[in-house]
């Protein structure tokens, strides 16, 4: 069984900056896909899309709205992700949810909240 447990979400003003971890446990493949993803979930039928994403290597992709802002990485050693937001907005604001894919099967966390206001 994974399990993710992500922390550091909480409410911010515009301009600021946050950093949200995500550790993985339980049985995990060194060859693997880490991810942050988000869902506002005040806007109805908003889904949940891509923030940022890192494989095993080091190698990253990002949403559109979040390139140049954010930063994702990675300590393999420690099955753990690191997304740094900075020059937040307030559309930045939802619940932040991280992502493993591993094997074929997607696992994800409990969600945390980022809330961007003044």
């Known amino acids: 069984q994974v399990q993710l447990m992500e922390s550091g979400g909480g409410l911010v003003q515009p301009g600021g900056s946050l950093r949200l971890s995500c550790a993985a446990s339980?049985?995990?493949?060194?060859?693997?896909?880490m991810g942050w993803y988000r869902q506002d979930t005040e806007a109805p039928g908003n889904k949940r899309e891509l923030?940022?994403?890192?494989?095993?290597?080091?190698?990253?992709a990002y949403g559109d709205s979040v390139k140049g802002r954010f930063i994702v990485s990675r300590d393999n050693a420690k099955n753990t992700i690191y997304l740094q937001m900075n020059s937040l907005k307030p559309e930045d604001t939802a619940v932040y949810y991280c992502?493993?894919?591993?094997?074929?099967?997607?696992?994800w966390g409990q969600g945390t909240q980022v809330t961007v206001s003044s």
């Open positions: 992502n493993l894919e591993d094997r074929g099967s997607n696992y």
């Open positions: 339980g049985s995990i493949f060194s060859i693997n896909v």
């Open positions: 923030v940022a994403a890192i494989t095993e290597g080091g190698s990253t």
